[in-house]
């Protein structure tokens, strides 16, 4: 097959997260298994407008904005070359590739983010881009597949009006971890977050925990693994917390050191106030830390089982931090489910990913002929 992947970041833009990993990762597995795999993504400074990464052809137009437009004016003018299916990236925006070409589209959406919209944008923004998320786009797709991360999120899409019969769920996938073998964990209590840093993924909350926390756990200290338009804001949040000193913004990162900072971790804090599966919660699980993170976030209460390989909580911050505590302060227990994490963790492939993800498109491929 001829497959394009229309994503608005791709794993070298800086803003880069989980969503770029899952669909670079799937990519480079088609292109593995035979097929023919062009992304298209927005420019940014720290890759060429046109490269091959993993024999994935990626073909970088306009801003994070004038991306969509962009990649639609491409398929129409037929440049890319002929196409058997594309893969339509709904990162709250869709691509709405269909007002393009009739070429068959599977939508690829990791969650709904009604919740993000307003913490994100501002006001008017906000109401524009729900609108277009929760009402144009599922019109546009209507009689489209879906692929989503997790049920949660299939749910979700489905309170908007997707048929549940038209959307199909693939986990992500993890990949093993890049030191072998890993160093020891600090002697000492580290608490590690890692994502992009942006408002909602409240990585605040976890600054404010460790405030309350550093009295009874001499030598604790907090690593922030990531980076991200919200990381000033981040600085001084840690600043105000009173946590400055012990807070390490390592920004972003090679797999090696992530491997080399989760292999020293106690705990994972994940204070998102969405996630449509939490790739970091597999990472973190397949290096044997248990993970921390709200029940109300979504796709995590299918990465987390709770209190088998982590801890689901209800949206209090006060709860978050009793949950925190209550590992660094028992090691059988954290380490209990830091075995059980890993163990876990071991059923989730990019391999099994990827031929689900193929299946799906074979499918949608064929029934246009």
Known sequence: MRIAFLNWRDTANPEGGGSEVYVHEIARRLVDRGHAVTQICATHGSAPHLEVVDG????????????????RRLLRSGSLGPLDVIVDTQNGIPFLAPWAVPTPTVVLCHHVHREQWPVV???????????????????VYRKH???????????ELATLG????????VHPGVNPPALDPSPDRDRHP???????????????????????????????TVAVVGDGWWRDRLVDAAAEAGVADIVEFTGFVTEEEKARQLARAWVMALPSLKEGWGIVVVEAALAGVPTVAYRDAGGVTESI????????????EAEFGRALQALLADDPLRDKL????????????????AEAFEAILSEAAEQSR
Request: proline letters at 4%; charged letters at 25%; hydrophobic letters at 40%.
């Open 162 to 169: 997707v048929d549940l019969a038209r959307i199909s769920v």
């Open 338 to 353: 830091g075995a059980q994490a890993r163990s876990n963790a071991a059923q989730y492939t990019w391999d099994a990913a």
């Open 145 to 155: 597949r879906y692929i989503s991360c997790s049920h949660t999120s299939a749910r």
């Open 56 to 71: 994935v052809r990626l073909v970088r137009v306009g801003s994070k904005l004038t991306v969509y437009q962009k990649a």
């Open 121 to 139: 944008y501002d006001p008017v923004r906000a109401r524009v881009g729900w609108w277009v998320e929760s009402r144009l786009a599922p019109r």
């Open 190 to 220: 580290r608490i590690i977050v890692m994502g992009r840093l942006v408002p909602h993924k409240r990585f605040e909350h976890v600054f404010r925990t460790a405030a309350r926390l550093r009295p009874q756990f001499p030598g604790l």
């Open 305 to 316: 089982v709770d209190g088998e390989t982590g801890i689901l909580v209800a949206d209090s």
